[in-house]
């Protein structure tokens, strides 16, 4: 089984809508990442949370919220669903005790018509 | 401003070596990565490089200049498989990974 998952894979939905992916890790590690990956632009961050107590915004969090609800789960919502939110979107783990290597789920590839 | 800077796309051919190159200016340096990614999958760790020097894992080997903010990748022996995209990340004083917007590489028979 897959140490990093994430759902739904794909997803198209219509503006307005809310929306809600999920991530769930295997790995025991307590920090966790949601970035999305557009062509030409490589990845973003949008939150991350290095603990269950944990939050932070990261580089483009607008239009996007998180919830931490164990140290296995981080979710991601778009509140409001706008076209320029459809991208690939990755979860991804690390550990500080190794060099903070990420582990990334496959990918959520979400449309917002 | 962080930024990280690397050769948008590649060409090579199968059975030669290609070296794909990575700049970088971020707020502080506690390591670089390197990951490869097919075309609609996540990233996969190929290599990390803290110290100055060359590191080899097999048919991959990576390369880190602190003073410069200069890494490479290099790829041996090359093969289809290998056709994909290939990400710079550096991890920023605040254990940020900030990511290159990836060299895709083609691989031609």
């Known amino acids: 089984d897959a140490d990093v998952t994430q759902t739904p894979r794909n997803r198209i939905t219509k503006t307005g809508k809310r929306i809600m992916l999920e991530c769930s890790q295997t790995?025991?590690?307590?920090?966790m990442y949601w970035y999305r990956q557009d062509p030409g632009l490589g990845l973003r961050l949008i939150y991350y949370s290095f603990d269950v107590k944990d939050i932070n915004k990261g580089e483009i969090s607008d239009g996007y919220s998180v919830s931490r609800q164990a140290q296995a789960k981080f979710s991601l919502s778009l509140e409001s669903a706008i076209p320029n939110q459809t991208a690939l979107y990755f979860c991804a783990t690390s550990d500080p005790s190794d060099h903070n290597e990420q582990f990334f789920g496959p990918g959520t590839r979400l449309t917002v018509l | 401003g962080q930024n990280i800077d690397q050769p948008t796309e590649m060409t090579a051919t199968e059975g030669a070596i290609v070296q794909i190159n990575c700049t970088y200016q971020?707020?502080?340096?506690?390591?670089l990565f390197w990951y490869q990614q097919h075309a609609g999958e996540a990233p996969t760790f190929l290599s990390y490089?803290?110290l100055d020097g060359l590191e080899e894992k097999g048919r991959f080997s990576s390369f880190l200049s602190r003073s410069k903010g200069y890494s490479y990748l290099l790829l041996k022996e090359l093969q289809m498989k290998d056709s994909a995209s290939y990400l710079c990340a550096v991890l920023d004083s605040n254990y940020q990974l900030i990511w290159g917007a990836g060299t895709k590489l083609i691989i031609k028979p």
């Open positions: 971020t707020s502080g340096f506690n390591g």
């Open positions: 490089n803290v």
């Open positions: 790995k025991g590690h307590d920090r």
